[in-house]
């Protein structure tokens, strides 16, 4: 995971723990009921907030495990991709040698025949 979302997710998250503290801190200050409704009325809305909270960090969880295995999979087309052009690449060198050589062995095949030529000229006279 990169920093840069490790950074957003952790932004997300305190954030909304911020954002439950100043609601539950608020709504107890500001009530208009009796105080063990309100410590009931707090305890249930911060377990409801908890239970968001929860669930939106598994989905962060999730998007982020995504993106991972979708990046791995990228990287996965990519080295497979880069793998065989080298293969065309080094395949198309084998073929440019191979064609040198033959033409190399061909001058050489020519020149041996012609310097033998010669020699048979020479022997001649």
């Known amino acids: 995971m990169s920093d840069e ?3 957003l997710l ?19 200050l500001f009530a208009p009921r009796p105080g ?4 009931e ?6 377990s409801e907030v908890g239970e968001r909270v929860r669930e ?5 969880t999730e998007r982020v495990r995504d993106t991972a295995a979708e990046a791995a999979e ?3 087309e990519a080295a497979s991709e880069l793998a065989h052009k080298g293969r065309e690449v080094l395949q198309g060198g084998i073929e440019r040698v191979r064609h040198a050589y033959q033409r190399g ?19 001649e006279s």
């Open 5 to 7: 979302r490790t950074e």
């Open 10 to 28: 952790t932004g997300l998250v305190v954030g909304t723990l911020v954002g439950i503290g100043l609601g539950i801190g608020l709504g107890v």
């Open 36 to 39: 063990r409704e309100t410590r």
């Open 41 to 46: 009325l707090v305890r249930k809305k911060a």
């Open 56 to 60: 939106r960090a598994h989905e962060a």
């Open 74 to 76: 990228k990287a996965k």
């Open 105 to 123: 062995a061909e001058a050489a095949q020519e020149k041996r025949e012609e310097l033998l030529g010669r020699l048979e000229e020479l022997g």
